[in-house]
């Protein structure tokens, strides 16, 4: 099975970290990318290399997944370590293992810590949970690669407790533009929801809670669905299998075929069939089928289970993102939940780059009255924020002009720079968040930058790569950039060197005024 560019990416950049001395990694795809092949390969390798691979999960349907595309794609055979079945004494290089089975005391000591020397999990985000830690403990020798679909910033900070470094990231926005995704439309209903009585549990909404308020809401969402969706394939995504069940005979009632599944269903497999081949048009489901069910032609997704987790979010809204024939977009219904809490997920956070940007997408999602392309929706947002930045920093250089301050602010350097990636940074792992070290502050100092607002060695370590690539380049230095910034030039991060030098030349000819005939605000490189 040959595998896409980036997933040949993924698959190197693993071996490069592992090959580094970092035994525990994380890769991170959207759903529907491919996260099984591309671990399957990675097994492949490991195995070719005389490893015994450990490919551990929590749920029966992501066990058999795993099985299945790894012989599909390597044509390796897997033993089963889960209930009555065991690898032990067995010939196959790969163990396809279910958490809640390994984590038993008996279970695990039946195996020398050694056992494994390759432990992969699948959906990584499950790992800090006691039962992982403890197969993880065991395993301690083991080089870790955990794969999760997750694009949230904080929970990749969580999963810094467990993982050493990011191996490799492909976000939702690239693959929707490279045509691997279908692209998102996102449509707010206008409907007040009120959650404000609803509490918290383990960080997230209390389902029951999420039961009772939603429960005198449903009928109105039925007769909104009935405007916009009738003719689609809709996933519905409910908190409690009684809500689920009383949502699906609304909705029967008003014309949908509607059908329902949950963990008790002993028909699941039947519905799920008739639901992929046509025979219903919703399926509503009581937060069952966020991992390890695919049906590509879904085209609507509708979260009825608000939730502040945005890994979970990202999963409900996976079950609509693949490629399909005919299949034009996915559409995400979204609905004006009314909460004294600012963390609740929405449509903006699956692809907005910080929480700035995403208050202003939602804004605009709200405002509309139709669907709106979250991508032109994400550039449009971003370029509001930005203009606010530079309105903020222009105020900033301003106040500051008159301390004639030699070095650049980070915070200036970045914006020059047009560097969204560097202003949004937020440190995920442990030597990221240690102060940033002598050294560094010493180098970024000699460089031009003023190190006394970088807090943080993550930040320090970005900016000096990102200087010295734009050494290579030829691009503008700080020093330069301050110079010109200081006399209204705009983005000069954004100039080369050499021209940056030669304007800073005439500038000196002419006794430090600027030549006749050029406007810093309006002038830009040739």
Same mark, same amino acid.
């Given at each position: ?78 033993? !089963? ?6 690898? $032990? ?13 390994? *984590? ?42 955990? +794969? ?21 990231e492909y976000t939702l926005p690239k ?39 939603l429960d005198p809401y449903l009928n ?9 969706? !009738? ?45 992929? $081949?046509?025979?219903?048009?919703? %399926?509503?489901?009581? !937060? ?28 409900? +809204? ?55 392309? %979250? ?21 900033? %250089? ?16 970045? *914006? ?90 005439? $500038? ?5 005024? $600027? ?12």
């Amino acid at each position: 099975m040959q595998l896409r560019p980036y997933q040949e990416e993924a698959k190197q950049a693993i071996f490069d970290e592992w090959n580094k001395g970092i035994n525990r990694t994380l890769l991170v795809l959207p759903t529907g990318c491919g996260k099984t092949i591309v671990f399957a390969k990675v097994t492949e390798e490991r195995v070719k290399q005389g490893d015994r691979v450990l490919i551990l999960a929590h749920r029966f349907e992501l066990l058999q997944q795993a099985c299945d595309k790894i012989e599909q794609a390597t044509g390796l055979k897997s033993a !089963m370590e889960k209930a009555e079945y065991t690898c $032990i004494g067995s010939w196959y290089r790969v163990v396809v293992g279910s958490v809640q089975t390994l *984590m038993r005391e008996k279970r695990l000591n039946g195996f020398a810590n050694d056992f494994f020397d390759t432990i992969i999990v699948d959906e990584a985000h499950h790992v800090l949970s006691d039962s992982y830690q403890k197969v993880l403990e065991h395993f301690d020798s083991a080089k870790v690669l955990g +794969v999760t679909a997750t694009p949230d910033r904080g929970d990749m900070r969580n999963l810094g407790q467990c993982f050493e470094s990011l191996a490799y990231e492909y976000t939702l926005p690239k693959a929707i533009k490279e045509g691997y995704l279908s692209p998102i439309k996102a449509q707010t209903i206008p409907l007040k929801l009120d959650l404000t009585g609803v509490g918290t549990q383990a960080g997230d909404f209390k389902t029951g809670d999420l039961g009772t308020a939603l429960d005198p809401y449903l009928n109105q969402i039925a007769a909104e669905m009935a405007k916009i969706c !009738m003719d689609r394939k809709t996933v519905v995504f409910l908190p409690l299998v009684k809500t689920s069940q009383k949502f699906r005979d609304i909705l029967n009632g008003i014309g949908f075929s509607a059908a329902e599944v949950n963990g008790n269903s002993e028909d699941r497999a039947k519905v799920l069939s008739d639901f992929e $081949i046509g025979k219903y048009n919703v %399926l509503c489901n009581s !937060m069952l089928l966020t991992e390890g069910w695919d049906c590509p032609a879904v085209d609507c997704i509708v979260v009825l289970r608000p939730t502040k987790v945005r890994s979970l979010y990202c999963q409900m +809204v996976g079950r609509g993102t693949r490629l399909a024939p005919g299949k034009e977009e996915l559409l995400l219904l979204d609905f004006l939940w009314h909460t004294e809490r600012h963390e609740l997920c929405r449509p903006a956070h699956l692809i907005a780059i910080n929480e700035e940007v995403a208050k202003v997408m939602t804004e605009k999602l709200n405002e509309a009255a139709c669907p709106l392309d %979250l991508e032109v929706v994400e550039k449009q947002a971003s370029e509001d924020v930005v203009a606010q930045r530079e309105e903020a920093l222009a105020k900033q %250089l301003a106040a500051m002009k008159q301390r004639k301050r030699k070095l650049v602010d980070p915070l200036q350097f970045e *914006m020059s720079i047009q560097a969204e990636d560097l202003s949004s940074y937020v440190p995920a792992f442990g030597w990221e968040m240690s102060p940033a070290s002598e050294k560094q502050l010493k180098t970024l100092e000699k460089f031009g930058i003023n190190p006394d607002d970088i807090d943080n060695a993550g930040k320090a370590a970005k900016i000096l790569d990102r200087l010295d690539k734009r050494r290579s380049e030829g691009l503008t230095t700080p020093k330069q950039i301050r110079f010109l910034e200081g006399r209204g030039f705009q983005h000069v991060g954004t100039w080369s060197f050499e021209h940056a030098k030669k304007l800073i030349d005439r $500038i000196a000819a002419g006794g430090w005024r $600027i030549p006749a005939g050029i406007e810093p605000r309006i002038y830009k490189p040739e």
